[in-house]
């Protein structure tokens, strides 16, 4: 567990920005996104390939290409490729839409639901366990100011997430982490 001091250390670093970036928070969001990267990354999963497995995992009726790529955030010439690669991973599989023939469904596999669920459980362990540096009594605060800051940006965006996008495992919500400092 970190000291205070290691914690401070660590804090300091971060609020030293590039130039350019003044007050920004956007070194915060690239270390953060940066440590859950690597995280997925022990799992084979490169990041889009990833959200797109988490995405179908957790949103199983909003299934198509075209519904998948939005969510993620990834253009939709990449998704063809990107299910492709699911694929050929055994972790989905694209059918033909029942009612329209144009169109394709994405399911994942057995193999896909087991990778996704071990993989998002790992990321809740580790988040929880980075959570232990924080006082129980602040995460409410803390979680009520990003959502407000999430929900100003998307705001300045013109926009709202995307179905599913809001939430990436919004199913395990219910069993993340309420409080920091874990009982040893």
Known sequence: MKTKKSTEEAAAAVSSPAPGLGESL????????HAYAWRILHWGLPLEKAYALFHL????????????????CIPRQTMTALLDSLEKDGLA????????RRKK???VTPKGARTAEAAIRDLLDIEKAAMNVIEPELLPKIRSLLEAYT???????????????AALVPSYHSQAPATGKASR
């Open 93 to 100: 599989v694209r059918t033909p839409h029942p009612t329209d």
């Open 26 to 33: 956007l070194p915060f969001l690239q270390r953060i996104v």
């Open 151 to 165: 929900d100003e940006l998307e705001g300045l965006n013109g926009r709202n997430p995307p179905t599913g996008g």
């Open 57 to 72: 995992h957790t949103h199983p009726d909003a299934a198509g290409p075209a519904q998948v790529a939005e969510a993620c």
């Open 105 to 107: 469904v994405v399911k």
